[in-house]
């Protein structure tokens, strides 16, 4: 029972980890998508996961008024928290390129103290229309609650952010829309000719393409650490609780080399055990995913997406599995080797 | 009774080293046990009689003396000779019964029969034999669920099962009461009459041994009597 549970949250911890990593660049991914552009302009600094720095608005006339160009609009981003930002945008050029914002409840920001906010910052905070929020030293009313899968989790109007962070005329990216998606590799070539040569462009096609566990930096690094820690917590486990499973039944497995039972058919029947203990524990963590990924969506859904991988249940499995069988080994060659009187007369 | 002897024991001598001590549990036992007999084994505590039971059972080596048993030499027997021979030429019955406690009653019988590779159908008589010791209606309960008169009839049973050609049995009814031992001593003399199963019994209690055809008495690792 200990064994199967300490094998499950081995699992649980491997998936709950991949599934984080996913989740949260599929969300990314997911937010770009929403915003509906071709092309993707942020400073020579950024990555596909970094805005770099920012820098000034008066890009976009000059944009707006290449070939292909239907509209182009900036946004500014400042962090709020460790996982959490704040978005300014001009709402209803923003509209115009991506679609109105679909609230849940209340709308649109109106004041200058109105924010509004996704879905799930709202679950997450027990945020309501009407309530107010502490934010970048200031009070902010939440004006409406927006459907999630639209490029960030709080947005204020453009020029307030830029006013409140000190940035002026700055942002951190444009979104450009052109009149033929066909041509965005032609319109990107062209803006780089024309003097945006240090900013980094990306198509929308390509910037989906590097939402991908592996070009996160030190990512799968950090992924395998934890997995190599769960294997070694795993197999200590299993090899105490399968140890002392042998000393406990060390009268047992004298009774089966009494009836004629061979070391061989000692060691396969613990090993055996074993296996059918990892393969429940397996299956014990994939259904405690559901379970994080509830607790997550539930009480930090704003923060943290989980997404569920079922590509890695084999891999965490045979994983666990493994380690599970390495622990079980030395303890089940022990008792293969004993010697069946001291074992029956084992108290 | 056939009286070609299935057991036979020449100046069989056990050494044990304990730290830097030789201890002599056998000290040249000579015995000879025919087909189809009933013997006890009688002798106090230290007398050598478990340590003999153990050698028979194949479950020690001896360290000199020749033991024959059903035709095969014991001391040239290599460790997976002797395993074998505990698969398909010996069966235990223990004083603490030794059940599996997880598996259940017809489980711990056919556990035995797995491990010597026969299957429940190869002997449909053997359900006559569960009904002789009485166990046939209890077959489905776990071993706490049995008395334990109840638990070591299930340990005969599994004793039998692969039809060894000698029972070895070490105290049956050390942990019983007086009905329960009676119980387990009459059916291993049923067993015995109606099957024609050898049984070599070790006990130090004198009625237990009264039982068998013959009882020999054992004292510091030597047969002292014998007596039928």
């Not at chain 1, 991506?98 to 945020?127: C, M, N, T, W």
């Not at chain 2, 050698?55 to 395993?83: F, K």
């Amino acid at each position: 029972m200990l064994s199967t549970l300490a094998i499950g949250v081995q699992v649980c911890m491997i998936l709950t980890l991949e599934g984080l990593s996913h989740g949260m660049l599929e969300d990314q991914a997911r937010r770009q998508r929403g915003i509906g552009a071709d092309i993707i302009i942020r400073a020579s600094t950024a990555t596909f996961l970094s805005l770099g720095e920012a820098f000034t608005d008066k890009y976009l006339p000059f944009i707006r008024k290449q070939p292909h160009v239907v509209l182009a609009t900036g946004t500014l981003v400042r962090p709020t928290g460790p996982l959490t930002s704040v978005t300014g945008l001009d709402l209803p050029e923003f509209e115009r390129m991506s679609g109105s914002f679909r609230f849940l409840s209340g709308g649109p920001y109106r004041k200058p103290d109105d924010v509004i906010v996704d879905e799930y910052y709202a679950r997450q905070y027990h945020l309501h229309v009407g309530d107010t929020m502490q934010m970048l030293n200031r009070r902010w009313r939440v004006s409406g609650i927006f459907e999630q899968g639209k490029i960030a989790r709080l947005v204020v109007p453009l020029g307030l952010l830029q006013e409140l962070t000190g940035n002026g005329d700055k942002i951190n990216v444009i979104y450009v829309k052109l009149d033929n998606p066909a041509r965005t590799q032609e319109v990107i070539e062209s803006l780089k000719a024309k003097g945006m040569e240090n900013f980094t462009i990306y198509s929308m096609e390509e910037i989906q393409s590097l939402y991908s566990v592996k070009n996160v930096p030190m990512l799968p690094e950090f992924t395998g650490v934890v997995i190599g820690l769960g294997v070694v917590v795993g197999f200590l486990v299993v090899f105490l609780s399968m140890y002392t499973a042998v000393l406990e039944r060390t009268r047992e497995i004298g009774v089966l080399k009494a009836l004629g039972a061979s070391p061989g058919f000692v060691l396969d029947v613990l090993v055996r055990e074993t296996a059918l203990l990892a393969v429940l524990g397996s299956a014990l963590g994939i259904l405690l995913t559901y379970g994080t990924r509830w607790l997550i969506m539930t009480f930090w859904p704003g923060s943290l997406i989980q997404a569920i991988v079922p590509e890695w249940w084999p891999i965490a499995a045979g994983i666990a599995i493994a380690g599970a069988l390495l622990g079980a080994a030395w303890p089940g060659l022990k008792a293969a080797r004993q010697d069946a009187i001291e074992a029956l007369s084992y108290e | 009774m056939n009286d070609a002897p299935i057991l036979s024991v020449r100046d069989l001598r056990k050494v044990y080293r304990v730290g830097e001590v030789d201890v002599h549990a056998l000290r040249g036992v000579d015995l000879d046990i025919a087909r189809g007999e009933f013997v006890s084994i009688i002798g106090p505590s230290g007398s050598g009689k478990s340590t003999l039971f153990h050698i028979l059972g194949g479950l020690t080596p001896p360290t000199s003396g020749s033991v024959t048993m059903d035709g095969r030499d014991l001391l040239a027997l290599s460790d997976r000779q002797r395993t074998d021979l505990r698969k398909r030429t010996v069966g235990f019955v223990f004083q603490k019964y030794n059940l599996l406690p997880t598996l259940t009653a017809q489980d711990n019988i056919r556990i035995a029969q797995y491990i010597a590779r026969r299957t429940a159908t190869e002997d449909p008589h053997f359900s006559d034999v569960l009904k002789l010791l009485g166990i046939d209606k209890r077959l489905h309960h776990k071993p706490r669920a049995l008395s334990g008169g109840e638990q070591q009839r299930v340990a005969i049973a599994r004793a039998i099962v692969n039809h060894p050609a000698i029972l070895l049995a070490d105290e049956p009814t050390g942990n019983l009461d007086t009905e329960n031992s009676s119980a387990v001593l009459n059916l291993l003399r049923d067993l015995n009459e109606r099957l024609g199963q050898t049984i070599l019994m070790i006990t130090h209690n004198p009625e237990a041994a009264s039982y068998g055809h013959r009882i020999v008495s054992m004292r510091d690792g030597r047969v002292v009597h014998a007596a039928a």
